[in-house]
């Protein structure tokens, strides 16, 4: 009975059709619209140029999802499907059944092949596909360019020859082609090639940016106006920043960098790792901030007592979901200014991360009153600091009314080493005894982890006791 289910037929009817490639080609205009994902999928699957060429030409959705098919980009397939939008751009009447409007080249549309080839169990119509065109109220126009989707990773000094052909198709035809982006990664890449591979992009269609360079502060200074032109973008990493020479630094650079933000309505996220250049100045770049943050991470940097008052103060970070201030040194900050921070973001904050941060007992003393009030709070970091037994005790008894929390990483406490700085694994076992006594006297079943961050052999983060401090509980996923 199976062999008679649709699906199978249409299985069956797509790979029959390529036993005779120029037919094929030949009778697409009167094919039924069900047969073409089929299809599709077997010429893509079998390497028939000609066939996948013609099929683009034809293609009765607004979108073509390739990128779902591609589990590695492969050349000879773009070449073919982009030789097919060469004729439906140079066609004054495009054929009848087209309404190709969007090329997709990321790794979505899975559910659309799946669903084609009977993997999923609901089928309708052709007019499933129409969910897929996310941009209509774009591509709907009679004159808009036809729109080009991919993820960007600029990560090696010279482009893969599958991303230079397509950049090289995009400029040649420009303006009848928008290539879009929604996550651009940028690791190390020669500034030349950067530029211009985002004069080519659809600045205003990126929604995530990640930057990992080590560039001066000039060089920040100079491509922050495209970051301004990413209107849309909602998350924002950048690190690895050249500390700058006396004689570079400029104050006009900065408020180059800072000002971008004035552009970007629709910021959520913010990352910025060894952000130097805010020492002493993060007020002016939380002035242009324009909504308020769900996530707020400033890690491995100096900031002065000035710049946390202004951070507690800024009336965007008030809603956050999320805050790292990890590798921030505070050692010599005044105690009370992390407090007003954390009362600041206490109705709303899910994640702490204060690790590498010198803090000391006072600091820890100060925030607790703050810390217990924040009572949505999931997950929570102290590593790399040093603790002593008796604050470490308190500061578990002052969490321990927090309902949600369920990921708390804690150092290696002072007692587990020697006068030298050593590491004692005896005093090491002898201090997670006394932590799970204490976690049996406060009688809620918790889960704690150990460990000491970097490694003062290797550097790495390490976990000497991998196993945690379990009392009445599961480790949680």
């Known amino acids: 009975m199976s062999i008679w289910n649709p699906l199978r037929l249409l299985n069956l009817a797509g790979k029959s059709l390529l036993t005779d490639e120029a037919l094929t080609i030949s009778t697409l205009e009167y094919l039924p619209i069900e047969l073409f994902p089929r299809l599709f999928m077997e010429a893509f699957c079998g390497r028939h140029r000609k066939t996948l060429k013609a099929l683009v030409q034809a293609w009765p959705f607004v979108r073509l999802p390739l990128g779902g098919l591609m589990q590695t980009p492969h050349l000879g397939t773009l070449q073919a ?68 989707f991919t993820e960007l990773h600029l990560k090696e000094k010279t482009m893969n020859e599958f991303l230079t052909y397509l950049l090289k198709w995009v400029e040649e035809r420009d303006p009848f082609i928008h290539l879009c982006c929604k996550k651009l990664k940028i690791v190390s890449f020669p500034m030349d090639n950067i530029m211009n591979v985002l004069s080519m992009v659809q600045l205003d269609c990126i929604q995530e940016l990640h930057v990992n360079c080590t560039w001066h502060l000039s060089t920040l200074a100079m491509i922050a106006p495209l970051l301004g032109q990413m209107s849309n973008v909602q998350k924002l990493f950048v690190s690895h920043i050249h500390l700058p020479d006396p004689e570079e630094w400029d104050e006009q650079h900065i408020v180059k960098i800072t000002s971008q933000f004035l552009r970007l309505h629709h910021l959520q996220d913010l990352h910025l790792e060894s952000p130097f250049y805010l020492e002493g100045c993060l007020d002016q770049m939380l002035r242009c901030l324009m909504k308020p943050l769900d996530n707020l991470s400033i890690t491995r940097c100096l900031l002065r007592d000035s710049d946390l008052t202004h951070l507690s103060q800024s009336p965007n970070i008030s809603q956050l979901k999320s805050l790292n201030l990890s590798g921030v040194t505070m050692t010599y900050s005044s105690p009370e200014l992390l407090p007003a921070l954390l009362e600041k973001v206490s109705a709303t904050l899910q994640e ?91 009688g809620r079943p918790r889960t704690i982890w150990i460990c000491f961050t970097p490694c003062p052999h290797c550097g790495d983060n390490t976990f000497y006791h991998p196993e945690p401090i379990i009392y009445g509980g599961n480790i949680p996923a």
């Open 352 to 442: 702490l991360y204060l690790e590498q941060s010198g803090i000391r007992d006072s600091h820890l003393e100060a925030i607790w009153p703050a810390l217990s009030h924040c009572f949505q709070l999931t997950s929570f970091s102290l590593r790399g600091n040093l603790l002593s037994m008796p604050i470490m005790e308190k500061m578990l008894r002052h969490t321990s009314e927090l309902p949600s929390l369920s990921r708390e990483l804690y150092p290696v406490l002072q007692e587990s080493f020697s006068s030298q700085g050593i590491l004692q694994p005896g005093r090491l076992a002898q201090c997670r005894t006394e932590l799970l006594e204490i976690l049996k006297d406060l």
């Open 81 to 148: 499907v982009l030789d097919g939008l060469d004729v439906l751009l140079t066609q004054k009447d495009r054929p009848r059944k087209c309404k190709l409007r969007v090329l997709d080249l990321r790794n979505t549309g899975q559910d659309f092949w799946r669903m084609w080839s009977g993997s999923s169990v609901h089928v309708s119509s052709s007019s499933s596909m129409v969910p897929m065109a996310e941009d209509g109220s774009r591509i709907e126009k009679p004159l808009a360019p036809f729109e080009v």
